[in-house]
């Protein structure tokens, strides 16, 4: 199957909106493993006095996740499906929380500094669960993710990231197949299930990940497994923006050349 993007997987998370919630809530774990991934950015004094950007935050689970671990941080909440953000704002959240509807691809474009109109750039932190595996170059969003955080700015990625091994590639195949496809035929929605099950396969596996996260001028990158049926699965990336600038792989290989 050809894998979902752009507008046509918008669409897809629209029409799935009103359901969503009630499918991730019977996932083992799914939550928890969100609130875990978002401790991981260990963000001193509950967050006070930071900015962070929840990048694909969907109907707010991640947001959500990121309340619990920086109860007294400003938190941008972005997502590209209307459907999804429409779910995610009709809860109830403290006005430290703004929802803003744009693809991270173009990020920079709406985040813009009211006095300058320059990207407003400076971000604390930047949480971002399920979101790399659905854009089309995730290199080019890791970079530019990169360059809206502030020097020693933190990042944590919340990826479904196989290890590598066989066994954890048909255990993830085997749930998809029994349980997520035939739930997304009973909602409706059996082409984004699909694509869910297919771009976790096709997807990097955790070490490649890794590797793209350094080239995009990441430092300190650690790779932290979850726990229960998706240790192997999902994993948790760590990494910071460097505190003096230093040149990614492209602008190094430039300079030599």
């Known amino acids: 199957m050809t894998l979902l993007r752009d507008d046509d997987l918008s669409a897809a998370f629209d029409h799935a909106a009103s359901a969503y919630d009630r499918l ?15 401790r991981r950015l260990r963000l001193p004094d509950g967050g006070a006095g930071m900015r962070i950007l929840d990048l694909g935050c969907g109907t707010g689970a991640s947001t959500a996740a990121l309340l619990a671990a920086a109860p007294w941080a400003d938190i941008v909440a972005v997502d590209a499906s209307a459907g999804m953000l429409e779910r995610a704002a009709a809860k109830r959240w403290p006005s430290t929380v703004r929802f803003v509807h744009a693809p991270v691809e173009k990020l920079a474009d709406v985040l813009t500094d009211v ?4 990207p407003d750039a400076g971000y604390d932190a930047a949480f971002a669960a399920y979101l790399f595996r659905n854009v089309s ?4 969003v890791l970079t530019s993710v990169r360059d809206l955080l502030a020097p020693g700015g933190r990042l944590a990625v919340h990826e479904y990231t196989l290890s590598g091994r066989p066994a954890d ?9 029994s349980i997520v496809m035939p739930a997304g035929r009973l909602t409706g929605d059996a082409e984004l299930y699909r694509h869910l099950w297919r771009s976790v396969v096709d997807f990097d596996t955790a070490p490649v990940f890794a590797e793209r996260v350094a080239r995009a001028g990441f430092t300190g990158v ?5 726990p229960g049926w998706q240790t192997g699965i999902t994993h948790t990336f760590t990494a910071q923006v460097p505190m003096i600038p230093s040149p990614r792989a492209d602008e190094t290989a430039e300079a030599v050349a």
């Open 24 to 38: 991730v809530a019977a996932s083992p774990g799914y939550h928890g493993h969100l609130r875990r991934s978002a």
């Open 115 to 118: 006095g300058s109109g320059q």
């Open 137 to 140: 170059d995730p290199e080019a």
């Open 169 to 177: 590639r048909a255990v993830w195949t085997a749930v998809c197949r």
């Open 222 to 226: 650690r790779t932290l497994p979850l």
